[in-house]
């Protein structure tokens, strides 16, 4: 293990956890200094004690620096250990199911790693494909991407689907749901698009009745394929958004636009009881990462949990299904 690995696997591991505080940011800038050095520099700073004198190398990001060169990689197989995503005996049913990931992010919008590292990260925890939703323009504090952007996106996509052959990247886009139900993109941009997952990100404390109709006309829209974080919550800071849930979730039956169960551990949207609901009315589901980060791939083992605690029918995930039935789901609904 080279140190730029050992690095990559540190910030892999504290994205897993989520751990987003100063020891992150830390070896995120370590990483980038160490990337910039020739092997030969680095092996001699760290025989001399000097790695500490480069401007972002720090006590702890020296110290794994210095490790890793003697080949020692202790500290690696102690933090992999110590951010393990749980995954109940359940809950392994449904991941060993899943071939692809239908909700992620990367550099273009508000996520922190390249479209290639997310797609190898994908790749190799066993999946087949992922589907890239980075938000829509309206969403600016995530730096959404305007129609002219996504263009440029869809074209990067095409060079990296030859470069992974078999393993494919999916276009989408998280397109939000307007105050009235109307969608951040036009129609002639979405029909474009693999897979959309439409959510709401803005009013969420809207009246019970407009929210519903807002909800209901978003998953009736031809283009729509999942219902994003449902209720909009942020576990112990923000409380569910109020909609009528017997409307919504016989909208997305209807029309075939699969409930997210979404895996962020700030979320776990929806809650038992409306994942309940959605299963009682029939509706297809899909178990997403909503990965900002390439360690937060490995999030939908929480999902997993709460899908089989709920007893999901494993035929409705439509993320258990191949590339090529998935596609001839989204555009048959």
Known sequence: MTPVEALERVVHCLDRAHETGFKTK??????????????????????????????????????????????????????????????????????????????????????GATIEAMARTARSLGHDYMVLTDHSPRLTVAHGLSKDRLEQQLGDVAVLNEKFAPFRILTGIEVDILEDGALDHDDDVLSRLDIVVASVHSKLRMERQPMTERMVRAVASPHVDILGHCTGRMIGKRDPSSFDADYVFAACAQFHTAVEINCRPERLDPPRPLLQMAIDYGCYFSIDSDAHATGQLEWQPLGCNRAAESKVPLDRVINTWTADDLLRWAQAA
């Not at 160490?34 to 972002?56: H, M, N, Q, W, Y």
């Open 26 to 111: 830390a070896f995120v800038r370590a990483l980038d200094v160490v990337r910039s050095i020739p092997p030969d520099e680095l092996a001699e700073r760290a025989a001399a004690g000097t790695l500490t004198k480069l401007d972002g190398i720090g006590d702890s990001t020296a110290r794994l620096i210095t490790e890793t060169l003697k080949g020692d990689t202790s500290y690696v197989e102690k933090i992999e250990a110590e951010t393990k995503v749980e995954l109940t005996d359940g809950g392994a049913r449904y991941r060993a199911a899943l071939r692809g990931d239908c909700h992620l992010h990367s550099l273009w919008s508000d996520g």
